[in-house]
């Protein structure tokens, strides 16, 4: 089996500071997907990746960048903290296409001061 | 788009009882579904995978029942135990290449003692 592993576990940043959450895959899928999720409000898309540099926006990607680094490694950025932001955000892998079960991380903890 | 509505959000039951989670979906052309467990600081777990062609699937524990006619797919625990303490997410998703899983907001389940 494989595994996912998102870092930092737990993050506290600052107001308008830009944070970055890495996750690492080592089950050689192409597709790698960023979601946020919110207490009551289920998980939405922010980035997903069907390949190495490849990136497409999901449902949620303002205020976010991603990089696709390499097929193994996806990691997101928060371009600007916003104050009493809390989050978890989970990091999934896929073989790819829509009939493929999701492998999920841990997730990184946000909170924002 | 799909639009995905789960209920109740919060479910709480005594041990040896049933419990039912139920999603709604709008899109008819809606093919794989999903259901998730989360148990607490951990990511999303695979209970199990279900395709259109099947109406009745049955797990270890649980039952999954998919109503096409209503479009509606439902996690039946037959006796619930603490350990089925968590919270649940359907996903559904059209079977594109894209990968799309549209998840429902979850159900946060306690078993008592």
């Known amino acids: 089996g494989g595994i996912i592993t998102q870092t930092p576990k737990f993050l506290i940043g600052q107001e308008g500071q830009k944070l970055t959450l890495k996750c690492q895959q080592n089950?050689?899928?192409?597709?790698m997907y960023w979601y946020r999720q919110d207490s009551g409000k289920g998980l939405r898309l922010i980035y997903y990746s069907i390949t190495e540099n490849d990136l497409q926006k999901g449902d949620l990607s303002e205020g976010y960048d991603a990089s696709r680094e390499k097929k193994s490694s996806f990691s997101l950025t928060v371009t600007s903290a916003q104050k009493n932001e809390m989050a978890v955000f989970l990091c999934?892998?896929?073989?790819?296409?829509?009939?493929?079960?999701?492998?999920f991380g841990a997730g990184t903890r946000l909170s924002v001061l | 788009g799909e639009q995905v509505e789960q209920r109740p959000p919060h479910l709480s039951v005594r041990e040896g009882d049933s419990a039912v989670i139920i999603c709604t979906y709008t899109?008819?052309?809606?093919?794989?579904f999903f259901w998730y467990k989360q148990e607490p600081g951990a990511g999303l777990q695979l209970l199990m995978k279900?395709?259109?062609?099947?109406e009745i699937n049955e797990g270890q524990g649980f039952t999954v029942l998919l109503n096409k006619k209503d479009k509606q797919l439902s996690l039946n625990l037959t006796a619930a135990h603490p350990g089925d303490s968590a919270v649940y997410f359907c996903a559904v998703s059209g079977g594109s290449a894209l990968g799309r899983l549209h998840f429902g907001a979850g159900t946060q389940l306690i078993v008592i003692p």
């Open positions: 089950f050689n899928h192409d597709t």
């Open positions: 279900v395709f259109s062609s099947t």
């Open positions: 999934a892998s896929s073989p790819g296409g829509g009939q493929n079960t999701l492998y």
């Open positions: 899109d008819p052309n809606s093919y794989y």
